[in-house]
């Protein structure tokens, strides 16, 4: 595999598990030093230490991203273990399901919070080191649920807001050569879909046979797949591209 991002410092957040996880051992794969964040130290250390197990480069972070003062610290620690900061993937998210008249304000509040203001800060704070630097890349993980889930209002209400600050983004930190992109995947073999399945009594196979019968391709997402399209988003194969949402859904 070629070492696209050699010498570049990656901060993948909820990078201890599913998506964040296989993305950062791409990133390091590909040459990048990645910073491993999670809101548990345990899952972040485990990662980041299979990483460094093939001889490559990785710093495990606990961070609550929806807390200022962590985000600070996060970006901190990391200029301080590799000089600065070039790429920002925010994969850090919460589920916590239920339709309109049952959700209750803390689930509506934790999980808008954690996805879009948890998103803001840490983008906020990346560009301060993008912008003096002319170079970065952030992409945001939304989902298809941005275009409405039953039982998701708080979801997709969030996914949709992700979508919509990283075009607004993309317009302000584009004259200084930082392209913003949100990839928004579909249904993907994760814990998280898995705990989908056990919170609703499915069976988790049925649900993933549904899912790929729905698909055009007839078979579920990966976590592979979700990370191969972020890190081409971060290369300079993609340096022209800004302001887009990239649907991964295995359909038009």
Known sequence: MTARFEGRTVVVTGGGRGIGATTAARFAREGAAVVVSDLDREPAEAVSGEIRKSG???????????????VEQLFESAVREFDTVDILVTCAGIIKDNLIH?????????????HLRGTFLCAQVAQRLMVPNRFGKIVFLSSRSALGNRGQANYSTAKAGLQGLARTLALELGPFNVNVNTVAPGFVETRMTRAVAERTGMDYEALKKTSAEQTALRRTGRPEDIAGVITFLCSEDASFITGQTVYVTGSP
Do not use: G, H
Request: hydrophobic share 45%.
């Open 56 to 70: 490559w480069r990785a710093l495990p972070i606990a961070c609550d991203v929806t807390e200022r003062a962590a």
């Open 102 to 114: 049952k959700m209750s304000d803390s689930d509506w509040d934790s999980v808008i919070n954690t």
